[in-house]
């Protein structure tokens, strides 16, 4: 991180105290006292942040206290909540982050906000590979195209909910766009398809989802509007994992292990019609 | 062979493989030992072929491992990557 961002993150976040550094990748996010301060990727559109930061969904999306600089970067604050850790392991969330999902894509897409970054993110996480990677070549089987035009979170997973006086929401819109909303569950269709989550948690997930009205996939046959975004999914969380292990020089984990062989099979079965 | 209902005459028939005997007078059928469950086969097979119900929709994807593949879900280490469903 440059050296005075964090500094400067401190300053603008109006309280005393030690920070603590809780992400620190091509974003800076930090929580002092009862705050959260994040510093933007550099270059990020500030037009587009600034369209996703103006949907104000009560009771279901964060609202930020506050949009700052510092130096190229924009800043944003918020009211820091009680993140979902990996200590919460015994019992993720997955039916709160079903019926908030199932609310999002019932509400209607504001007029001036642009398109959602999913199919985006999965093209930047295969570019940090090299090219004859796994990944790389599954990605060239992929279908990216938007068959909806739903307001869609666009980065979907558990860490992406929170509490805030006992109530459950969801963070960080700087993806959050129109598109389809199947994307937003194609993440953990992705860890189910490979394993890393049980059909028990996924049916949880899934089943709360349909039940509070969900409309992204038919309950008949979920996997018809699924199997694209999680192919999609699938090939991103496998390339992240892959740079990232070779960026640590450490070997690839379990986890990776199984997401890089469903992009093999991925490669192997074509989509269905 | 005697009609043992009406006492008419019966006559030999062949119907895919099934051997009965009709009545002249009444129309009444009778079949010999076996006949019944042959027939009771056949219509299983009938209906197997004509009103047999889709295939439920798949639980999963085609591609998917965990759970279709043989692999099953990966219960024991999850620590290990558990920061994977916490994280962009």
Known sequence: ?273 | MQCPKCRGNMRTFDRNGVHIEQCDGCRGIFLDYGELETLSRMENQWAQQNYAAPPPPAAGPAWGGGHHGGHGYHHGHRKSWVNALFSS
């Open chain 1, 1 to 273: 991180m440059p050296p005075d961002l964090l500094a400067h993150l401190v300053r603008l976040s109006g309280r005393e105290g030690p920070p603590t550094v809780l992400k620190d990748t091509r974003v800076l996010v930090i929580r002092v006292g009862d705050v959260v301060v994040k510093a933007h990727p550099a270059g990020t559109d500030e037009a587009d942040l600034r369209a996703r930061l103006n949907v104000r969904l009560p009771g279901l999306l964060l609202e930020p206290l506050g949009i700052d600089r510092a130096g190229d970067r924009i800043v944003t604050i918020w009211p820091a909540g009680q993140p979902v850790t990996p200590d919460d392991l015994e019992a993720p969330p997955w039916e709160e982050g079903g019926r908030l999902l199932a609310r999002l894509h019932a509400q209607p897409v504001p007029p001036g906000l642009p398109p959602m970054r999913g199919p985006e993110r999965v093209t930047r996480a295969v570019g940090r590979l090299e090219p004859g990677d796994l990944p790389r070549l599954a990605y060239r089987t992929l279908d990216l195209r938007q068959r909806g035009h739903g307001l869609t979170h666009g980065d979907w997973h558990l860490g992406q909910l929170i509490r805030l006086d006992g109530a459950w929401l969801l963070i960080d819109p700087d993806d959050l766009g129109y598109g389809d909303p199947v994307w937003d569950l194609a993440r953990p269709a992705a860890w189910f398809a490979s394993g890393l989550v049980s059909p028990d948690e996924w049916d949880r997930f899934l089943g709360s989802y349909l039940a509070a009205g969900g409309t992204a996939v038919s309950p008949e046959d979920p996997w018809r509007e699924l199997d694209g975004p999680a192919r999609a999914l699938t090939v991103q969380l496998a390339a992240t994992a892959m740079a990232t292990a070779r960026r640590d020089n450490t070997a690839l984990d379990e986890a990776a292990e199984a997401l890089i062989s469903s992009c093999e099979r991925i490669m192997a079965t074509p989509a269905p019609s």
